[in-house]
């Protein structure tokens, strides 16, 4: 079955950098577009960066995180990463790999990022 596990989220204190990981499985991970989104305590979850598969190599983020973050894959080891940098208090969320086979969406549990002095 589809699973997207995440880690390397942390405390961090502010203009500290972060690189999230998302081992993914069960589905044939090149094919697919990746997403990472985040959920702040009170706010909406967010779609924060797209990557598309490597035969239509592109990636997308959110216009508020102006070039921070840059989300990258590595098809031969079914890996997704977000790399943060220039963290803010305001970055503090739970961040989620995500990926969408069909009509089903697929959520990873979440890794914590705090931001923090």
């Known amino acids: 079955q589809v699973q997207l596990v995440e880690s390397g989220g942390g405390l961090v204190q502010p203009g500290g950098s972060l690189r999230l990981s998302c081992a993914a499985s069960g589905f044939t991970f090149s094919t697919f577009d990746m997403y990472w989104y985040r959920h702040a305590p009170g706010k909406e979850r967010l779609l924060i960066a797209t990557?598309?598969?490597?035969?239509?190599?592109?990636?997308h983020y959110a216009e508020f995180l102006k070039g921070r973050f840059t989300i990258s894959r590595d098809n031969a080891n079914n890996m997704v990463y977000l790399q943060m940098n220039s963290l803010k208090p305001e970055d503090t969320a739970v961040y989620y790999c995500?990926?969408?086979?069909?009509?089903?969406?697929?959520w990873g549990q979440g890794t914590q990022v705090t931001v923090t002095s």
């Open positions: 990557i598309t598969p490597e035969t239509r190599s592109g990636s």
């Open positions: 995500n990926t969408l086979i069909g009509w089903t969406e697929y």
